[in-house]
């Protein structure tokens, strides 16, 4: 398995559990991430993606998404997408 940087963790929501993210590289619904820091290591697929509270399929360079995740996260956390 092989793990790329797509960009890094630059907010975090409690209520619902969602991470802001700033991309330097594209990532789509269905892609695994890996989301690792300090205190942080949890691998998972995204299940929606959200830019200014509309969901889409995907996100490009330099775009600042929101996505759902199963645990906390924090800023400067960096985001991998794993690939096979």
């Known amino acids: 398995m092989a793990e790329v ?13 969602v991470a802001g993210i700033a991309l330097s590289a594209p990532l789509k619904v269905g892609d695994t991430i890996r989301i690792k820091g ?10 929606s993606i959200q ?9 490009k360079v330099s775009d600042s998404i929101g996505i759902k995740v199963p645990d906390r996260v ?8 794993v690939t096979a």
């Open 5 to 17: 940087i797509i960009g890094k963790v630059s907010d975090f929501f409690a209520r619902p559990v």
């Open 38 to 47: 300090h205190t942080t290591d949890l691998t998972m697929v995204v299940q």
């Open 74 to 81: 924090r800023k400067t956390d960096i985001v991998y997408k």
């Open 51 to 59: 830019i200014d509270n509309v969901s889409v399929n995907e996100a």
